[in-house]
């Protein structure tokens, strides 16, 4: 099920006729900044796309609807969203225009190119969310084509029924807003100079960066080792004694951090926690948030329920 809009009420970016080298925005902190805000208001994903079409820059996994990390775990449904995505790109980036799509799940996603002088930066997105509540007919529907993901009974109506509704006035506030982000990242500091200041960071403060915004992925030391442009035992000794922690437990520790946040303001149940927040073993995550919060997952959640 695909659906191409064209919100009518937008304001598009003023187009020049210079030329500017892409920079790739999702280095900028300001972004990063920008969906911490974006989420914590409104509980959806922001996230910057670049030229290549990359995804998850921004934002990580562990922001996205429960059901969309489902679908994006399975071998067709990956297909189907990156199918999906490379369409509405390509029309977004055509067009300059915003363009909003509606999924094979029946969520609706929105991408906001960023043009300036002639060239295509990239775009903002934000997305999986609904218009309006599913009628019985459509969940039918919507089970059949998600059929391959072979969910237990009862699961998609409790996924729907946690999933944002916008109204379409909401959705247009929303793209207004997100293409002012666009304006306003393009033209602070001479426009383009600023962007460089990620690059110019410390590697240290660079890959605590890292791991803060790709905790939920498969991280290993001698990755961050390689961002880091050091060898493993000099990146060790020296995060260490900048952080105070090594990055094992830095990583273990903001992990644990994000847990009690999800905890505390989703509806996940622990296994899909622990999963979101980078760790594939329940076993092991039990036995580090008990040593890193004194508490079991469980009586943390009872705990903020309480209130």
Known sequence: ???????????????????HQPYDLSEKALLFNYHEAFYKIFHLPLDWMTPDN?????????????????????EEGARLCRELTERRVDLARSTGKPVITCCHAGFYDVVIPIVIDNTY?????????????????????VKKRLAFLK????????????????????????????????????????????LASFQQSDPITEATKYIQ????????????????????????????EQVGYSPIVY???????????????SKH?????????????????NRLF????????MQIRNEHNAL
């Open 213 to 240: 915004h790709h905790y939920a992925q498969s991280l290993t030391i001698d990755g961050l080792a390689r961002l880091a442009r050091m060898s493993k035992s000099h990146f060790i000794h020296r995060f260490s």
């Open 251 to 265: 990583l273990n520790r903001y992990r644990i951090s994000q847990a009690v946040d999800m905890l505390n303001k």
């Open 151 to 194: 969910l237990r009974p009862g699961a998609l109506e409790r996924f729907y029924k946690s999933t944002r509704v916008l109204s379409k006035s909401e959705v247009e506030g929303l793209v207004e807003l997100l293409q002012m982000l666009g304006i306003y990242l393009s033209e602070t500091h001479d426009k383009w100079q600023f």
């Open 54 to 74: 990359k995804t998850f820059t921004v934002c990580g996994k562990s922001h996205c609807n429960a059901l969309c990390c489902c679908i994006m775990e399975s």
């Open 290 to 297: 008990k040593r890193y919060t004194g508490k079991t997952p």
């Open 1 to 19: 099920m695909e659906e191409l809009i064209e919100p009518g009420k937008v304001k598009l970016l003023d187009q020049g006729t210079s030329e």
């Open 121 to 141: 930066l990239g775009s903002l997105c934000f997305g999986q969310f609904l218009r309006k509540k599913p009628t019985a007919q459509q969940m039918q529907q």
């Open 269 to 285: 149940n622990i296994a899909q926690i622990a999963d979101l927040c980078g760790f594939n073993n329940i076993t092991n995550f």
